[in-house]
């Protein structure tokens, strides 16, 4: 079956580097994604990787990925609190030719001084 | 490039109304993917679209809601009598052809007293 899973929960302090973890099941997907959103809004991309990629760096953020464990994960150097938000782990299973996305629960970061 | 627009941000129904949620795709984008969003989850894909096609309604409940994206103008998703257990933020997100990424606009956030 699908089905994506995160942690729920990441206190951190400013300043420090935040790691949020994800593990999916399909491993047919070709791309894994992380979105934040924040309190009302919707959801921003953030960052994606390509399924034949192991690792993605784009500024303070680095995506890491495991396809053999099937382990995805988002670190966030430096983080400030407004990076506080819930961040979103979601995988495009291969089937069909399009990008139906299946989304985790989503991991609420909370950034303190 | 505006983007994905969704009308309204808000909206209130009573049990047994209807509510009707719109959505403008991206410019140039011709695929349309609603989401919904329960309170502290994930989105949950409800229905992908083409223009004047449904493509796959997999996630729609099988009663009450329905979905068209005409050859002119937005998106309509539609939820006939409303039951409280339809209170949730119901996502659009539009994608060009040939193109995996989505983006995704500010949500409608639906509430049935």
């Known amino acids: 079956g699908e089905d994506v899973e995160q942690s729920l929960f990441l206190s951190v302090r400013e300043g420090d580097s935040s790691v949020i973890n994800c593990t999916y099941t399909d491993s047919s997907s070709t791309y894994l994604y992380w979105y934040k959103q924040e309190p009302g809004a919707g959801l921003q991309l953030l960052t994606y990787i390509f399924s034949n990629m192991d690792m993605k760096q784009d500024q303070r953020l680095t995506v890491l990925l495991n396809k053999k464990d099937k382990h995805l994960s988002l670190r966030i150097a430096d983080t400030q609190t407004g990076d506080s938000a819930i961040y979103f782990c979601?995988?495009?299973?291969?089937?069909?030719?399009?990008?139906?996305?299946?989304f985790g629960a989503g991991t609420r970061l909370a950034v303190h001084p | 490039n505006a983007g994905v627009m969704q009308n309204p941000r808000h909206l209130v129904r009573r049990r047994g109304q209807e509510a009707r949620l719109r959505c403008s795709p991206m410019?140039?984008?011709?695929?349309v993917y609603w989401y919904r969003q329960l309170p502290e989850e994930g989105l949950k894909f409800m229905v992908y679209l083409q223009k004047e096609n449904i493509i796959d309604e997999s996630g729609m409940p099988k009663e009450r809601f329905s979905a068209e994206f005409p050859k002119e103008g937005p998106s309509i998703l539609r939820i006939q009598q409303v039951v409280r257990g339809d209170s949730a933020a119901y996502f659009c997100a539009s994608a060009p052809q040939g193109e995996e990424t989505q983006y995704f606009g500010p949500g409608t956030r639906l509430l049935v007293l």
């Open positions: 410019k140039g984008h011709s695929h």
């Open positions: 979601a995988e495009s299973p291969g089937s069909g030719g399009y990008n139906k996305l299946i």
